[in-house]
């Protein structure tokens, strides 16, 4: 190899002529057919055949001479048929060297033109053979299809990053959104929406940053606003719903299995006859808007001591396990609530219907019967449970049971059984947390409405304790009969900040902070949160799957199904685990989105707030009125502590980013 030799080198994936102006060491200077100087290592280069140029020609007919030559070489390339010597040659399965292929291609002749024309012919089409400088290898037909389609594909990734970025570029830059979506623009949008949710997680990744990077978008989260202007999404779309893949609607076979169950006869029996309870007073109380009905109250006198029915939907008798119902409402494990949309574990004509007491229906139920001493003591004298038939005669509303509860002995009774019960538990060490409720709801206009409410209402705290004392007489029952169910327990708080209810409203914060998380098992043990040896939740089975596991338990301790073993109940409680998750983490970000966009109108305005913890960059504060938590920055010279109340304003708040800062006013 010496000066004037005209070599061949591979640059930026193009075989490339040039000429040796100079060669030192293991180095070479060339002058390409670009009219570019370079300096490359020697074993880079391969020449074909010894043709040299005179150097002293000058550089511009250099240039001129390795361009013509460069195109002659590529003339004759073009007349190779590569996939033809493909087929005659792979059979074979041998290496074949260079100047035996420049002979199969070029049998009459053959110099270092046609040499260099066969490595420029098969390096341009590297379908059928492997190459390397000392020879050809073909590959087999199975090879051939594969790299068929790795091509195929490469191709289609191509035209998707091509077309997709000049489309997201001219929707983000203004223009007109179309009225339908093509078949291709349907396929971008599935491409984008999977990385946009999904990001590094997403099966499409690599397209979406390809078509991000150039459509010149710097964040994915822009998508938003493209897929809001396609009207994809939009303006306030619930990703949660769509990261968590949450179902809302219910798939066909399960809608046309619960038309199928509530077009059956109404038996009220299951083998066994059931106690007729509908001779009595029996009321709901829920929340306005409620129409999911799973439990009922009643009262009876009986002399010397009263006997309180709290009283949960059969929803077991019709749900069976197994069903696509069944298997539904497993895959959903609960109803989820939220200010904008209700997604129901079951199908809407079971939740609403079917399964929910309305008044004036008669529907099978599970009847938890105590009977208790008349108040004050209200104490537990004995308690039952039984199957039951009832019909709910009033439903009443939380408002309107408290504003009934001076008129109605039977609410003001069954408030202080309640609150009796609420003592007991209290002084078995429960703990407490009385916070206010922020309810917000969407009017039929679409506005965001927000209202504070007390948890501890009269009525309120009436259907939570009755509930909490049926759960509890379940348990104790399931217990005694051996039967494994949802047992919940809780470990003794890592610090208590006050006891009783007479924490302040920094404390029952702070409180909730150090209780311990509760445990599910199959097994009874001690729930120090609510200060009882043994419970389970079975009083919401229409919203809620562990409920609805829970009251099969107990209609086998009742003799009418067979009871699952604790290995079931096991495998049960970790199948349910990440969807219970999914809910609650969907409902307190739903419900903190439209918090946060009622916010958004009210920038500028003073709030009050209580100090909860120094921060390194400022106070983390709660705002009273809402309930939520935000970050003070370090005024100078002030020196705050924690339940030290301040004034603050409104800054900056953001739904859609979930922001919120303020600064003390």
């Given at each position: 190899m010496k000066s004037g030799t005209v070599v061949e080198f591979i640059d930026r994936e193009k075989i490339t002529c040039a000429v040796i102006q100079e060669v030192k060491q293991r180095r070479v200077r060339l002058l390409t057919q670009n009219n570019r100087e370079v300096k490359i290592s020697a074993a880079r280069v391969a020449e074909y055949g010894g043709l040299c140029l005179d150097l002293t020609m000058g550089r511009d007919r250099l240039v001129e001479a390795l361009r013509e030559i460069s195109r002659k070489r590529d003339e004759l390339a073009a007349g190779i048929d590569i996939r033809e010597l493909w087929e005659v040659l792979n059979s074979e399965q041998e290496w074949i060297d260079l100047e035996t292929m420049t002979a199969f291609c070029f049998?009459?002749?053959?110099?270092?033109?046609?040499?260099?024309?066969?490595m420029r012919a098969f390096?341009?089409?590297?379908?059928?053979?492997?190459?390397?400088?000392?020879?050809?290898?073909?590959?087999?037909?199975?090879?051939?299809?594969?790299?068929?389609?790795?091509?195929?594909?490469?191709?289609?990734?191509?035209?998707?990053?091509?077309?997709?970025?000049?489309?997201?570029?001219?929707?983000?830059?203004?223009?007109?959104?179309?009225?339908?979506?093509?078949?291709?623009?349907?396929?971008?949008?599935?491409?984008?929406?999977?990385?946009?949710?999904?990001?590094?997680?997403?099966?499409?990744?690599?397209?979406?940053?390809?078509?991000?990077?150039?459509?010149?978008?710097?964040?994915?989260?822009?998508?938003?606003?493209?897929?809001?202007?396609?009207?994809?999404?939009?303006e306030d779309e619930n990703i949660d719903l769509h990261r968590l893949e949450?179902?809302?609607?219910?798939?066909?076979?399960?809608?046309?299995?619960?038309?199928?169950?509530?077009?059956?006869p109404a038996e009220e029996s299951d083998g066994k006859q059931r106690r007729d309870l509908t001779g009595l007073e029996v009321v709901t109380?829920?929340?306005?808007?409620?129409?999911?009905?799973?439990?009922?109250?009643?009262?009876?006198?009986?002399?010397?001591?009263?006997?309180?029915?709290?009283?949960?939907?059969?929803?077991?008798?019709?749900?069976?396990?197994g069903s696509a119902i069944d298997r539904e409402a497993l895959r959903r494990a609960s109803s989820i609530y939220m200010p904008d949309l209700k997604i129901p574990m079951l199908p809407p004509v079971l939740a609403e219907g079917h399964c929910s007491l309305m008044a004036g229906r008669r529907r099978p139920a599970i009847s938890i019967l105590a009977q208790?001493?008349?108040?004050?003591?209200?104490?537990?004298?004995?308690?039952?449970?039984?199957?039951?038939?009832?019909?709910?005669?009033?439903?009443?509303?939380?408002?309107?049971?408290?504003?009934?509860?001076?008129?109605e002995p039977a609410l003001a009774v069954l408030a202080e059984v309640?609150?009796?019960?609420?003592?007991?538990?209290?002084?078995?060490?429960?703990?407490?947390?009385?916070?206010?409720?922020?309810?917000?709801?969407?009017?039929?206009?679409?506005?965001?409405?927000?209202?504070?409410?007390?948890?501890?209402?009269?009525?309120r705290m009436l259907v939570s304790e009755l509930m909490i004392m049926a759960n509890w007489l379940m348990a104790r029952a399931l217990t005694d009969h051996g039967i494994p169910a949802v047992f919940r327990s809780q470990p003794v708080p890592r610090e208590r900040l006050y006891h009783g209810t007479e924490g302040t409203?920094?404390?029952?914060?702070?409180?909730?902070?150090?209780?311990?998380?509760f445990v599910l098992g199959h097994a009874a043990e001690s729930h120090s949160g609510l200060g009882l040896d043994a419970y389970v939740t079975a009083t919401s089975p229409i919203r809620k799957y562990f409920d609805l596991l829970t009251q099969r338990q107990v209609r086998a301790m009742l003799g009418l199904e067979t009871p699952s073993g604790a290995d079931e109940i096991d495998r049960l409680i970790q199948l349910l685990e990440e969807p219970m998750a999914n809910v609650g983490r969907v409902q307190f970000r739903r419900n903190r989105y439209w918090l946060l966009k009622y916010l958004e109108t009210?920038?500028?305005?003073?709030?009050?707030?209580?100090?909860?913890?120094?921060?390194?960059?400022?106070?983390?504060?709660?705002?009273?009125?809402?309930?939520?938590?935000?970050?003070?920055?370090?005024?100078?010279?002030?020196?705050?502590?924690?339940?030290?109340?301040?004034?603050?304003?409104?800054?900056?708040?953001?739904?859609?980013r979930d922001t919120l800062s303020v600064f003390l006013s």
């Open positions: 049998p009459e002749n053959g110099n270092g033109d046609h040499a260099s024309a066969v390096f341009r089409n590297r379908r059928y053979f492997k190459f390397s400088p000392e020879g050809f290898f073909p590959y087999t037909p199975e090879e051939v299809e594969r790299k068929m389609a790795q091509e195929r594909e490469t191709a289609r990734r191509r035209r998707i990053v091509e077309g997709a970025s000049r489309w997201v570029k001219t929707v983000l830059d203004g223009a007109p959104a179309p009225a339908g979506l093509s078949e291709e623009q349907a396929e971008f949008v599935d491409i984008l929406k999977s990385y946009f949710l999904f990001e590094t997680q997403s099966p499409h990744r690599d397209l979406g940053r390809a078509i991000l990077k150039k459509a010149g978008v710097k964040s994915v989260d822009s998508l938003f606003d493209f897929f809001v202007k396609l009207g994809v999404f939009s949450i179902p809302v609607d219910f798939p066909p076979a399960v809608l046309r299995e619960a038309e199928a169950l509530i077009e059956r109380i829920d929340g306005q808007g409620t129409q999911d009905f799973d439990d009922a109250l009643s009262l009876e006198d009986l002399g010397d001591r009263y006997r309180v029915g709290v009283h949960i939907v059969d929803v077991a008798r019709y749900v069976r396990p208790v001493a008349k108040p004050p003591s209200a104490h537990i004298l004995d308690y039952e449970i039984v199957p039951s038939i009832i019909e709910v005669r009033r439903q009443l509303t939380y408002f309107e049971a408290n504003q009934l509860m001076a008129d309640a609150a009796a019960f609420q003592r007991r538990r209290l002084d078995e060490g429960a703990v407490q947390i009385n916070l206010p409720e922020i309810n917000v709801w969407l009017d039929d206009q679409g506005r965001v409405n927000v209202s504070r409410g007390n948890r501890e209402s009269p009525a409203l920094f404390q029952n914060w702070m409180q909730r902070r150090l209780v311990s998380r009210m920038v500028g305005q003073r709030l009050e707030g209580v100090v909860l913890y120094k921060k390194r960059n400022g106070y983390q504060i709660l705002l009273v009125d809402y309930m939520l938590e935000a970050t003070l920055p370090i005024p100078g010279g002030f020196e705050l502590k924690p339940e030290d109340l301040v004034q603050v304003t409104l800054q900056q708040v953001s739904a859609r």
